[in-house]
């Protein structure tokens, strides 16, 4: 459940016991979204903020989307939510890719 604005909130159930749950702070469509996550109650306490930027480029016809993670707390009971982090966001990123490319083509035909 996404309201796409500024000050619009994120919600994205990853997995059965995994929700996420963010602020839009930053909508620029075709530029720039910026989430900062709520905290979550199954996960560690922290004073850190959560934050995942997504940043679009788009040069000589391609576009690039940068993804930038910060916040996340330099500790081992984060280590399980991180390394989860680490491994689904390259296989997101890879769905999106094709599922854009796919997109791409059918309206290029």
Request: net charge neutral.
């Amino acid at each position: 459940r996404v309201a796409p604005r500024a000050n619009g909130s994120y919600r994205i159930r990853v997995d059965v016991d995994l929700v996420r749950e963010a602020h839009i702070d930053v909508f620029e469509p075709g530029r720039r979204l910026r989430l900062i996550y709520m905290p979550q109650p199954d996960m560690p306490p922290t004073e850190s903020v959560l934050v995942d930027d997504f940043m679009l480029d788009v040069d000589a016809g391609a576009t690039t989307l940068r993804l930038l993670g910060s916040g996340y707390p330099d500790d081992a009971g984060w280590e399980r939510y991180y390394l989860r982090l680490r491994q689904g966001w390259p296989r997101a990123l890879a769905r999106l890719k094709v599922a854009l490319e796919k997109l791409a083509g059918a309206t290029a035909s």
